[in-house]
């Protein structure tokens, strides 16, 4: 027997058992104390060890010890002000706590946040638990994938937002708008004058999507589209699961009633996209390649699927079916819920200053003079110079993502020597960094200037970044910009738009959005023109 073995086997109710029995199920007992013992102790080392690394760092007050600056760091207003506040007092890089024992070290300073964007993908990836949510819904699309996997898909990803394939889509941002705009006709003609525009705009940019990736027109705008609620429905199921503690893992959250809606809608996009995606790979084999990319040449728009089935990587291996769904369903949601809050947020700032609206208006006419019909045309677009300053402030104050979270496999050095230690938790702060003023003079100032050619010059890339930076930055960003411009051209053309009495309260969910909706006031400058009336009636719901 074991030494202090009676004592054990009494505690442990094994008097009944033969000795050799019983001193097995003691090794045992003792085996795996030692072992807890060690993990616990392990545990407690390194959480000193990373305490010891981060004292260099500072930080806010606690809220207190257990929840750390969890309360203190919601998607509120509230908020996004301490946050600010938090900026003009530690200008480079602070530490906030995710509970009592996650530290995670926030940048807000372009020389500090160049350290992490500069490093390769596998330095400084996604943190799982982050983007972990998205993985059900977009699989091992872009946002979500690393490594290797990451770097093939990119690569073969890249031709589908060249400027060659992205000249037709500005027909379709001309349509999509054209037809946002007849609702607002009609709604103005009954007196409803204030609208919600980012709900508006979000469908419109949905109705894109939708002929882009898939050349599938739902008529989201006019009428409910089940594919387009449910991914409405998942993007408010992430955001809600996000702050709910007990919900981050997925055996309980998938036993909720929302665990199984978020299931059912996955379900229902995962459908529609493997159907579209059946249907083109059946034409495709039907004409081979050559007269599928023939008749494409003949008026018809080369879309996201088109491009994705046709590519091929270095050594002829096409992507699957699979990854084709996966890749089709990331671009379908980075692309809507952003593009619309830059668009959206635009609208805010220049409805409060009317002098910007004005030039943009004026830029606008200017250029569409004898157009007909009155649409943005590829080559229009870098003849916008003022919109396009208007356009970069707004998302300087108003980033559609306002961070990005990285998890370091090795150690970062910082300008200073200070180390963000191997396995730490790093926060890209793209809403601090924006409104830092050790960055930009005046931050809570709405100034285009700020992004004439001659400022730029002295710029620092890092000092505006509302698509990320480095290796993982957004591979859509020359889509969004696109359809940026032609929506808020054709929308400053043809309305004034004026601030809402209620302040709109930021809401930084998936994206920054408002409060209960971005309410605007938008008065029609014209009688209905050309690109409108071709375009049904719009029923009055």
Same mark, same amino acid.
Do not use: M
């Given at each position: 027997m074991l030494p202090g073995s009676k004592?054990?086997?009494h505690q442990l109710g094994l008097e009944g058992l033969s000795p050799a029995v019983s001193s097995g199920i003691i090794l045992c007992f003792w085996a795996l104390s030692t072992w807890i013992l060690a993990q616990v102790s392990s545990s407690v080392y390194r959480y000193y060890t990373i305490c010891q690394y981060f004292r260099c760092f500072p930080q806010p007050p606690l809220q207190n010890w257990f929840v750390g600056h969890l309360g203190m760091v919601n998607p509120r207003e509230e908020s996004l002000k301490y946050i600010i506040s938090t900026v003009a007092t530690f200008r480079?890089?602070?530490?906030?706590?995710?509970?009592?024992?996650?530290?995670v070290v926030s940048l807000c =300073?372009? *020389?500090?946040?160049?350290?992490?964007?500069?490093a390769s993908a596998y330095v400084a990836p996604k943190d799982d638990l982050t983007y972990g949510f998205f993985k059900p819904w977009l699989g091992d699309?872009?946002?979500?994938?690393?490594?290797?996997?990451?770097?093939?898909?990119?690569?073969?990803?890249?031709?589908?937002f060249h400027f060659d394939i992205l000249k037709p889509y500005v027909k379709i941002f001309n349509q999509s708008t054209d037809i946002m705009h007849a609702k607002w006709r009609h709604l103005c003609a009954e007196g409803s004058t204030y609208l919600d525009v980012f709900d508006h705009i979000s469908l419109m940019t949905l109705d894109s999507l939708q002929k882009c990736i898939f050349s599938h027109d739902s008529n989201c705008q006019e009428k409910p589209s089940p594919y387009i609620s449910s991914i409405l429905e998942l993007s408010v199921l992430i955001t809600?699961?996000?702050?709910?503690?007990?919900? =981050?893992? *997925?055996?309980?959250?998938f036993l909720t009633e929302e665990g199984r809606l978020f299931s059912e809608a996955c379900r229902l996009v995962h459908d529609s996209t493997n159907n579209v995606i059946q249907a083109r790979k059946k034409v495709l084999a039907e004409q081979g390649p050559e007269a599928f990319l023939k008749n494409k040449g003949k008026g018809k728009t080369m879309d996201f699927i088109d491009v994705l089935l046709l590519a091929k990587d270095e050594n002829g291996k096409s992507l699957s079916d699979k990854e084709i769904q996966e890749e089709a369903n990331t671009f379908m949601f980075e692309g809507h819920d952003t593009t619309a809050s830059g668009i959206s947020w635009a609208l805010y700032n220049l409805a409060h200053h009317q002098e910007h609206q004005d030039r943009c208006h004026q830029e606008i006419q200017e250029l569409l003079r004898g157009h007909q019909p009155e649409e943005i045309e590829w080559d229009d677009l870098s003849q916008m110079p003022f919109l396009t300053m208007c356009i970069k402030e707004s998302m300087r104050l108003h980033p559609p993502v306002t961070i990005v979270v990285r998890k370091c496999t090795k150690d970062i050095q910082l300008p200073d020597s200070r180390i963000i230690p191997k396995g730490s938790v790093c926060l890209i702060h793209i809403f601090g960094t924006h409104h830092n003023p050790a960055v930009w003079p005046n931050p809570e100032v709405y100034d285009p200037y700020r992004f004439d050619a001659q400022n730029t010059q002295k710029m620092s890339p890092l000092a505006f970044m509302p698509f990320s930076a480095g290796p993982r930055n957004c591979i859509g960003q020359n889509f969004a910009m696109s359809e940026m411009k032609v929506v808020l051209a054709l929308t400053l053309l043809r309305f004034h738009v004026l601030p809402h009495e209620k302040p709109a309260q930021r809401k930084a969910d998936?994206?920054?959005?408002?409060?209960?909706?971005?309410w605007r006031k938008v008065e029609p400058l014209q009688d209905p023109s050309s690109p409108e009336t071709h375009l049904q009636?719009?029923?009055q719901n």
């Open positions: 004592w054990l086997s480079e890089a602070f530490l906030i706590w995710r509970g009592p024992f996650q530290p =300073h372009p *020389d500090y946040i160049r350290p992490v964007t500069s699309g872009l946002l979500v994938s690393e490594g290797d996997k990451w770097s093939q898909h990119w690569c073969l990803l890249a031709p589908a809600k699961r996000f702050n709910r503690f007990l919900q =981050h893992w *997925d055996s309980l959250y998936l994206i920054l959005r408002a409060e209960d909706g971005l009636e719009v029923p």
